[in-house]
């Protein structure tokens, strides 16, 4: 695969995963199958705050709902490090997600900070131990045979918590049917703006963290203080609300694009609102995390003047979205939704 043919994207796992998917099929555009997933994968804290949980794991609803099964593991456990050599000599393409500071190709972060980032490997060859490895998002892409015993450090490092996945089963390739394509819109649009089982909804994360932004952008705008480590107001809450925020906008991103591929009776010009509502949700939702870290930096006497601008993005997030979901349910308001939990597994 050279450059040009490389699929590539700002988002790592929908990047490797995208990878997979094209390997297999490239007559199938990934936003078919990636982009079918709406969850925040957030819930609220008893204190009202947003929590995100494994961001992972609506891909793999995503990717289940089509037929396609992954099996993802941490490589901490005992035997996966073998296991995942194992996978590689027998063939397999798998994904792996690795420590960041021991990845000689990635000039971003290398030697400096500890970070999780995912890599296709594939290809490999006993002869010379390399394996073909892919790093398709596109600031950092890298796409050439290197040794396997290279990776030892960035799999083993044990600052970070690194996983990997293998494919388990691929789907037919038969398409969802009109009916069931309408069940899940139904669902997204309750996961867009409504109750979600043990869990936030799109407008309910805006919510939530329109009540937190306050003490986020006071904890990036002033010396950290005890206060704020002790009560998680601190640079770990900050660097989870980011990747929580940088993981959704994501999701509604492809989501955007997956239904500007959708073709069902009587539902374009509806379909076509919600994909450019959510859309311009992702957009705004990415301009927000832009603010919080921007106003780290720029003194305590701007603050005001982001928070205001945070607020009313945030706002226009809320009001996307709820948009968006009234596009949807406008098309399948006889058919009972199916949510993302629902997907066989």
Do not use: K
């Not at 794991?57 to 089509?66: D, K, V």
Request: with cysteine; hydrophobic share 40%; net charge negative.
């Amino acid at each position: 695969m050279t450059r040009d043919r490389a699929f590539t994207d700002p988002s790592c796992f929908h990047a490797t995963l995208a990878t997979l998917l094209v390997d297999r099929d490239p007559t199938v555009p990934p936003a078919a199958v990636l982009g079918n997933a709406t969850a925040t994968a957030a819930h609220r804290s008893a204190d009202g705050t947003a929590i995100f949980g494994d961001t992972v794991e609506p891909l793999m609803t995503a990717l289940r709902a089509r037929g396609h099964h992954l099996l993802h593991r941490r490589l901490r456990e005992p035997g996966e490090l073998d296991a995942l050599t194992d996978a590689l000599r027998g063939g397999l393409s798998i994904i792996t997600v690795v420590d960041t500071f021991h990845l000689p190709h990635y000039w971003v972060d290398r030697g400096r900070i500890h970070g999780l980032h995912a890599l296709v490997l594939r290809q490999f060859d006993p002869a010379d131990g390399t394996v073909r490895m892919t790093d398709a998002v596109d600031t950092t892409f890298f796409d050439q045979r290197v040794t396997l015993a290279s990776l030892d450090a960035a799999l083993r490092d044990e600052q970070q918590l690194q996983t990997w996945m293998r494919p388990m089963s691929w789907g037919s390739g038969q398409e969802a049917t009109p009916e069931d394509l309408m069940r899940e819109l139904a669902g997204h649009a309750e996961a867009l703006d409504g109750a979600i089982p043990d869990g936030l909804s799109g407008t309910a994360l805006v919510r939530a963290l329109g009540q937190d932004i306050d003490r986020l952008v006071s904890a990036r705008s002033t010396p950290r203080s005890a206060e704020l480590r002790a009560d998680g107001t601190g640079s770990d809450r900050i660097t989870e609300v980011m990747a929580g925020m940088w993981s959704y906008h994501h999701t509604l991103r492809w989501f955007g694009a997956y239904l500007s591929l959708l073709r069902l009776p009587d539902t374009d010009t509806a379909l076509r609102q919600a994909s450019a509502n959510v859309t311009g949700a992702a957009q705004n939702l990415l301009a927000v995390r832009g603010l919080v870290m921007r106003c780290g930096v720029s003194g305590p006497d701007r603050v005001a003047v982001y928070r205001a601008e945070i607020a009313r993005r945030l706002d226009r997030v809320g009001s996307d979205l709820g948009r968006a979901a009234d596009a949807l349910r406008s098309v399948t308001a006889t058919f009972p939704a199916r949510h993302p939990e629902s997907a066989p597994r």
